[in-house]
Nanobody, 118 residues
Framework: QVQLVESGGGLVQPGGSLRLSCAVS????????MGWSRQAPGKQRELVAI???????NYADSVKGRFTISGDNAKNTVYLQMNSLKPEDTAVYYC????????????WGQGTQVTVSS
């Protein structure tokens, strides 16, 4: 079955940087897009960045200029480079994938914790 595995989360000081990775396995279809979302305690899950297979990207206003999403299509892997981190960026970050399989639903990883604190 399709699985997504995130890595790279951890504790970082305000102003620091962190890079998250997500690899997809078990898919019989090409990937249309991959993205990163986050959820802080007591808040709704927020979509922060999307990377499309044609190389285009979209970002939430809250992370523009600080976060960069990139992908390696050959490895079915997406990355999220996070710079100038703020305490408000603290959340569980989830990776997702949308495949060329004719389905509306996405596949999701288990999440990785990012904590920004001094």
């Amino acid at each position: 079955q399709v699985q997504l595995v995130e890595s790279g989360g951890g504790l970082v000081q305000p102003g620091g940087s962190l890079r998250l990775s997500c690899a997809v396995s078990g898919s019989h279809f090409s990937i249309y897009a991959m993205g990163w979302s986050r959820q802080a305690p007591g808040k709704q899950r927020e979509l922060v960045a999307i990377f499309y297979s044609d190389g285009s990207t979209n970002y939430a206003d809250s992370v523009k200029g600080r976060f960069t999403i990139s992908g390696d299509n050959a490895k079915n892997t997406v990355y999220l480079q996070m710079n100038s981190l703020k305490p408000e960026d603290t959340a569980v970050y989830y990776c997702s994938a949308d495949l060329w399989d004719g389905l509306d639903s996405d596949y999701w990883g288990q999440g990785t914790q990012v904590t920004v604190s001094s």
